[in-house]
């Protein structure tokens, strides 16, 4: 069974970092590329980043670019968000999810975390 | 950026009766390599997404067959043929054919 599990959220101040992790599980994690989507509370949907199986092809939304910083460790199979320099606007739950193919091509997303919420706030 | 626009936003609808979803993107989401990768998702309440429906018309593993899509270029549509009070949630389209990958606003599925 496909496990992705989110850790790392948490109340953060403006200007602050803060690391997201997800674990996975139950597949072969380096034959998949992940991403990162978020949702603000009682809003839609939001790409924010991805990376391809072996972290060869990386791609950033506009709203983060320059201060969020994706990686993985297969060895670990893990998944890491490092987000820089937060803003209020970045208030959300924040999915780990799976694409269906091992690079950043178009494919889709067929398995999601339960997500992890970051609150950026004085 | 492709732009994914959903209509309704919201969908009041009779437990048996059918349901449907339209979605319109901004500009044809027909890939070079000839696939449209157009996928539907389903929210349901407290719950994280889940993928119902890939490259416009194909059901994910475990999606009933009431849940079917169908379109082409830029006019795709979900329908449900029988709503059950589980299908309550909010529905996403999103394409994948060019990033950054964007998603429709969704569409909230009630019962009446």
């Known amino acids: 069974e496909v496990q992705l599990v989110e850790s790392g959220g948490g109340l953060v101040q403006p200007g602050r970092s803060l690391r997201l992790s997800c674990a996975a599980s139950?597949?072969?994690?380096?034959?998949?590329?992940m991403h990162w989507v978020r949702q603000a509370p009682g809003k839609g949907l939001e790409w924010v980043s991805g990376i391809s199986w072996n972290s060869g092809s990386i791609g950033y939304a506009d709203s983060v670019k320059g201060r969020f910083i994706i990686s993985r460790d297969n060895a670990k199979n893990s998944l890491y968000l490092q987000m820089n320099s937060l803003r209020a606007e970045d208030t959300a739950l924040y999915y780990c999810?799976?694409?269906?193919?091992?690079?950043?091509?178009?494919?889709?997303?067929?398995?999601w975390g339960q997500g992890t919420l970051v609150t950026v706030s004085s | 950026d492709i732009v994914m626009t959903q209509t309704p936003l919201s969908s009041p609808v009779t437990l048996g009766q059918p349901a449907s979803i339209s979605c319109r993107s901004s500009q044809t989401l027909v890939h070079s390599d000839g696939n449209t990768y157009l996928s539907w998702l389903q929210q349901r309440p407290g719950q994280p997404p889940r993928l119902l429906i890939y490259?416009?018309?194909n059901r994910f593993s475990g999606v009933p067959d009431r849940f079917s899509g169908s379109g082409a270029g830029t006019d795709f549509t979900l329908k449900i043929s029988r709503v059950e009070a589980e299908d309550v949630g909010v529905y996403y389209c999103?394409?994948?054919?060019?990033?950054?990958?964007?998603f429709g606003q969704g569409t909230r599925l009630e019962i009446k």
């Open positions: 999103m394409q994948v054919t060019q990033f950054p990958i964007t």
């Open positions: 139950g597949f072969t994690f380096d034959d998949y590329a």
């Open positions: 999810v799976r694409y269906s193919g091992y690079d950043l091509g178009s494919y889709y997303f067929d398995y």
């Open positions: 490259k416009i018309s």
